[in-house]
């Protein structure tokens, strides 16, 4: 069974840092792509980040470039997003996610959130 948990959000000031992690079971890196996720207040989901399997290609929503990084460390199944410079606009629930396939593109399975909130 593959499962996603998702941890490290919490309450930062504004111009702080955060990184969340998330640890996989039930498959490995290798042959999936794995993202972040997020979902603000009365916004739809929208996708943070994400790293494709096939050729290691990195991809990130341009609100988050140069501020947030992804990584992983598939000794360990655990994916990581390091988020500097935070914004109030970054306040939201974050959901790690995995694919099916190598490629970016449609997720398969679900984290079920860990909560970041950005104040001022």
């Known amino acids: 069974e593959v499962q996603l948990v998702e941890s490290g959000g919490g309450l930062v000031q504004a111009g702080g840092s955060l990184r969340l992690s998330c640890a996989a079971s039930?498959?490995?890196?290798?042959?999936?792509?794995i993202g972040w996720f997020r979902q603000a207040p009365g916004k739809e989901r929208e996708g943070v980040s994400c790293?494709?399997?096939?050729?290691?290609?990195?991809y990130y929503v341009d609100s988050v470039k140069g501020r947030f990084t992804i990584s992983s460390d598939n000794a360990k199944n655990t994916m990581y997003l390091q988020m500097n410079s935070l914004k109030s606009e970054d306040t939201a629930v974050y959901y790690c996610?995995?694919?099916?396939?190598?490629?970016?593109?449609?997720?398969?399975?679900w984290g079920k959130g860990t909560l970041v909130t950005v104040y001022s």
């Open positions: 790293i494709s399997s096939s050729d290691g290609s990195i």
């Open positions: 996610a995995a694919a099916n396939s190598p490629l970016c593109r449609d997720m398969d399975y």
């Open positions: 039930g498959f490995t890196f290798d042959d999936h792509a």
